[in-house]
């Protein structure tokens, strides 16, 4: 396993040498690598040493689509009309996902919503007529929870595929309707 650096800036060394030597003047000998690892990250101010690799390491880059990928956000671009409501249902099931998250990003984040609010919603971004199959669907593209009742529905958090980012941001530009999520 290689090793990563993980810079650590300490803005005041005395009170982190005292912060240290509090930590460690209890024990009797000395910690082992990790166990100093985690005292160190303490002393500079944080929880342990994976919070201070998790506030350090840089976050990767999300995946550039294939172009095949870029090739289906455009099919599925096509199904949007100038104002980014859907004109119909795509035939095939890839597309249809790919559909669903311009429908997802456009659900307000960490909210609930309410049945008649998802239908409104719904209605309003469909030229087809049924709001009913795109909420089954958000659904069971595990992109909406529902509660037991019925009643509450909720955006899941989660990172859209790059391929659907490419769409959101394409009928994003062409008409401001959808955001990304």
């Known amino acids: ?7 650590l800036a300490i803005s005041d060394l005395s009170a982190f040498a005292r ?4 930590r460690l003047s209890p024990l009797k000998e000395l910690p082992g690598h990790e166990a100093m690892l985690s005292h160190l990250a303490a002393a500079a101010g944080y929880r342990n040493w994976q919070h ?5 390491e840089p976050t990767p880059a999300p ?3 294939d172009p095949a990928a870029l090739r289906r956000a455009e099919r599925a671009a096509q199904v949007f009309d100038d ?3 859907m004109k119909h249902w795509p035939a095939q099931t890839a597309l249809q996902a790919m559909c669903l998250w311009v429908l997802w990003s456009r659900l307000p984040a960490a909210q609930n919503l309410s049945d008649p ?10 030229l087809f007529g049924d709001h009913a199959l795109l909420r089954r669907s ?3 593209h595990r992109m909406v929870s529902r509660s037991a009742d ?8 989660q990172a859209p595929p790059p391929e659907a980012l490419v769409l959101i941001r394409r009928i994003a530009a062409t008409n401001g309707a959808a955001r990304p999520g």
């Open 150 to 157: 019925n009643r509450v529905y909720r955006r899941i958090e």
């Open 63 to 65: 995946a550039a689509p």
């Open 83 to 85: 104002q980014g409501r």
């Open 138 to 140: 958000l659904i069971d």
């Open 19 to 22: 912060a240290l030597r509090l």
């Open 117 to 126: 609010e998802v239908n409104a919603a719904l209605k309003e971004w469909n």
């Open 52 to 56: 201070l690799v998790a506030v350090t």
């Open 1 to 7: 396993m290689t090793r990563a650096a993980i810079p």
